[in-house]
């Protein structure tokens, strides 16, 4: 189901980028990237292999380095919640993304009620997007200033239905307007090539550095949760680390 949908936002996104409606405010596609799915089956050999000796237990992923982890993004890190936290939560996620949509408007209002509000947790977004569309939306909530960035960004998941369409720059222009733009500075925001450029920085450092592929993906306490994770299971990465201290 996630790889049909996002095949779906993926060609959506070309065609509108083939027909210059987002050609024309100054985005380009960016590479797809592995959705980590299973690889075709091997196909059957001549004759039975002899059996091999039992292979050695799959070593636990590395855990990424933490300068890495802790390098903001060129336009700086939107963080939520104290700095004096003893738990720290990395979001990697696209805007065009439906499970990311999903624990946006599902699991995140609690976790921040929870967790953040209360000073547990320290909350900080970044952007992986899959898409130029999902791109788009990113540097509209940049441009709307880093006190609007997660209000924007929690109205697009919110109304995700309304602007991930053939036609997105309308209902796109119309959200933009609840927070300020006009017209002309919500195609000067689109037209912004460095901003772009920082938006797939972040993503392409994620990718190339941390193995982020796919989205959501979480980093607890720099241990990495894939997927829409529920809040029992945010908890459950969580709490050990307040009992700790």
Same mark, same amino acid.
């Given at each position: 189901?996630?790889?049909?949908?996002?095949?779906?936002?993926?060609?959506?996104?070309?065609?509108?980028?083939?027909?210059?409606?987002?050609?024309?405010?100054?985005?380009?596609?960016? *590479?797809?990237?592995?959705? =980590?799915? /299973? @690889? &075709?089956? %091997? $196909?059957? !050999?001549?004759? *039975?292999?002899?059996?091999? =000796?039992? /292979? @050695? &237990?799959? %070593? $636990?992923? !590395?855990?990424?380095?933490?300068?890495?982890? =802790?390098?903001?993004? &060129?336009?700086?890190?939107? !963080?939520?919640?104290?700095?004096?936290?003893?738990?720290?939560?990395?979001?990697?996620?696209?805007?065009?993304?439906?499970?990311?949509?999903?624990?946006?408007?599902?699991?995140?209002?609690?976790?921040?009620?929870?967790?953040?509000?209360?000073?547990?947790?320290?909350?900080?977004?970044?952007?992986?997007?899959?898409?130029?569309?999902?791109?788009?939306?990113?540097?509209?909530?940049?441009?709307?200033?880093?006190?609007?960035?997660?209000?924007?960004?929690?109205?697009?998941?919110?109304?995700?239905?309304?602007?991930?369409?053939?036609?997105?720059?309308?209902?796109?222009?119309?959200?933009?307007?609840?927070?300020?733009?006009?017209?002309?500075?919500?195609?000067?925001?689109?037209?912004?090539?460095?901003?772009?450029?920082?938006?797939?920085?972040?993503?392409?450092?994620?990718?190339?550095?941390?193995?982020?592929?796919?989205?959501?993906?979480?980093?607890?306490?720099?241990?990495?949760?894939?997927?829409?994770?529920?809040?029992?299971?945010?908890?459950?990465?969580?709490?050990?680390?307040?009992?700790?201290?």
């Amino acid at each position: 189901m996630t790889r049909t949908r996002r095949d779906v936002l993926a060609t959506s996104a070309a065609s509108l980028l083939a027909g210059g409606v987002l050609a024309g405010l100054g985005l380009t596609p960016f *590479p797809r990237l592995a959705l =980590a799915d /299973p @690889a &075709p089956p %091997a $196909p059957p !050999a001549a004759s *039975p292999a002899p059996p091999a =000796a039992s /292979p @050695a &237990p799959a %070593a $636990p992923a !590395a855990e990424p380095d933490p300068a890495d982890l =802790a390098q903001a993004s &060129p336009e700086g890190d939107i !963080a939520l919640g104290s700095d004096k936290a003893p738990v720290t939560i990395i979001e990697y996620a696209s805007m065009t993304c439906p499970h990311c949509a999903h624990f946006s408007t599902t699991t995140f209002p609690e976790l921040k009620k929870r967790y953040i509000d209360t000073g547990k947790v320290r909350f900080i977004f970044r952007e992986f997007p899959l898409d130029a569309l999902a791109a788009a939306g990113f540097m509209l909530a940049r441009c709307a200033g880093n006190d609007k960035f997660m209000p924007v960004v929690e109205t697009l998941f919110a109304k995700q239905s309304e602007w991930v369409v053939k036609d997105p720059v309308p209902p796109l222009l119309e959200i933009a307007k609840q927070f300020g733009f006009t017209k002309q500075t919500f195609e000067q925001c689109l037209a912004n090539q460095k901003l772009l450029d920082d938006i797939q920085a972040v993503r392409d450092r994620a990718a190339n550095k941390l193995g982020v592929n796919s989205t959501p993906t979480f980093f607890i306490n720099g241990k990495k949760l894939n997927g829409d994770a529920s809040i029992d299971a945010m908890a459950k990465e969580i709490d050990p680390y307040l009992k700790e201290g």
